[in-house]
């Protein structure tokens, strides 16, 4: 079962993808980003914005200038019910 500190390991994942993404030839870059646009998607269609406090809380770092992924939860599941503790 997941819970939220799989979220948090999974959302840093997110940052490494970003950055890698950042780092790549522009047209390569333009090639890759519509799988990344595609995982995006699917990760919005099952969760929910959030403030992003509890997540912080997780990870224990500071989400100033961090990407949208971290101001996102599950709507539902186990990790929605880890979360509502924090």
């Given amino acids: 079962m997941w ?3 799989d979220l948090a390991a999974a959302l840093f994942m ?3 993808v970003e ?3 950042a780092g790549l030839e522009p047209e390569l870059a333009d090639r890759v980003r ?3 646009t595609a ?3 699917l990760f919005r269609s099952f969760t929910v914005e959030d403030p992003g406090d509890r997540m912080a809380k997780v990870a224990h770092i500071d ?3 961090r990407g949208w992924w ?3 939860v ?3 599941g186990p990790i929605a019910q880890d979360l509502a503790g924090y």
């Fill in 3 to 5: 819970t939220e500190n």
């Fill in 14 to 16: 997110r940052d490494f």
């Fill in 74 to 76: 599950p709507a539902s």
């Fill in 70 to 72: 971290w101001f996102r």
């Fill in 34 to 36: 519509p799988g990344v």
């Fill in 19 to 21: 950055d890698a993404l």
């Fill in 63 to 65: 989400l100033a200038g």
């Fill in 39 to 41: 995982a995006d998607d």
